[in-house]
């Protein structure tokens, strides 16, 4: 009875005009009612943005595939990866002409990715027809609605090395306040069947104990990158003029690698962020805009 219930919410939920399930979601996931005139935390700059689209203009930085040209403009085109074709249907791909270690991902949204470690063990047909399947589906989240905007293509790129383990490799999510980095976001033994745990770090390198104890928590220590002053600069120059904004990196012995711009982590839900997170990041963005001015 209780899936049947909740299936039919999210039937009559999906009815409904999105800004009004947006709301509606908020006040359920968090509780209380959204402060939008006057935003306190994360959640709420986040929440403010989506509603009223203020991140349509900067569509282009959500954009796999434009971004590019965003990072290169800031004089950071050496944190790329290489990328070795782009197209806009996975039938004019020739993968003749890729090396045997590769990714394949869609510019326009989300957990769009084939990570291919070996060619010959590729199903390429599958392939193609998932990232065709992708390629003609809408970002799957409604109030994330500047993803609309980017006309959707296939991007294939280097392989980043998997750690010894063989999980993902570590991912550094530095969130930013107006040009500022405040603290790094750490997810790391992710795989293909699990997402890992997660950890939030000062810009020193401190734990500040900002997940919460739930199945992303991990008391593991992880160790402080060897180009954190490099990845830090990195995010300073490019969330300059975005009152905030997350911008991933990865970290090998020889440089720092360029990940993603991110406009609305996690949606704005941040679930497994404390408040005690939520409420620093929104007063980090108060001062910096604040110092702008």
């Avoid at 609605?145 to 010894?164: D, G, N, S, T």
């Amino acid at each position: 009875m209780n899936n049947k219930l909740l299936k039919l919410k999210q039937s009559v939920f999906k009815l409904l005009p999105w800004r009004i399930c947006y709301i509606l979601r908020f006040i359920c996931w968090k509780h209380r009612f959204p402060r939008i005139i006057h935003p306190k935390d994360y959640s709420d700059y986040i929440f403010r943005d989506n509603l009223l689209g203020r991140h349509n203009s900067h569509a282009f930085l959500a954009d796999k595939v434009e971004v590019r040209k965003y990072v290169e403009e800031r004089g950071l085109g050496d944190t790329l990866t290489k990328i070795y074709g782009v197209w806009d249907n996975a039938e004019k791909i020739d993968f003749t002409q890729l090396p045997n270690q590769f990714a394949l991902k869609c510019n326009h949204s989300c957990a769009t990715n084939i990570i291919c470690p070996d060619k010959s063990s590729l199903d390429i047909p599958s392939a193609c027809a998932q990232l065709n399947k992708w390629l003609n589906a809408k970002h799957d989240i409604r109030y994330e609605q500047h993803y609309r905007r980017i006309k959707p293509l296939i991007l294939c790129e280097e392989l980043i090395p998997c750690m010894p383990d063989g999980s993902f490799p570590i991912d550094y999510k530095i969130h930013c306040a107006n040009g500022t980095p405040v603290y790094i976001q750490v997810c790391f033994e992710r795989t293909e069947s699990s997402d890992g745990f997660r950890k939030i770090y000062s810009t020193n390198w401190e734990n500040l104990n900002f997940v919460k104890n739930d199945c992303y928590y991990s008391g593991q220590n992880i160790p402080r990158p060897q180009h954190l002053d490099e990845m830090l600069e990195a995010a300073s120059k490019l969330s300059k003029g975005l009152e905030y904004a997350r911008i991933d990196y990865y970290d090998t012995p020889d440089r720092i690698i360029f990940g993603e711009v991110t406009l609305t982590p996690m949606g704005g839900w941040l679930s497994y962020f404390t408040q005690e997170a939520l409420d620093y990041m929104g007063e980090m963005i108060k001062i910096n805009k604040q110092a702008r001015i």
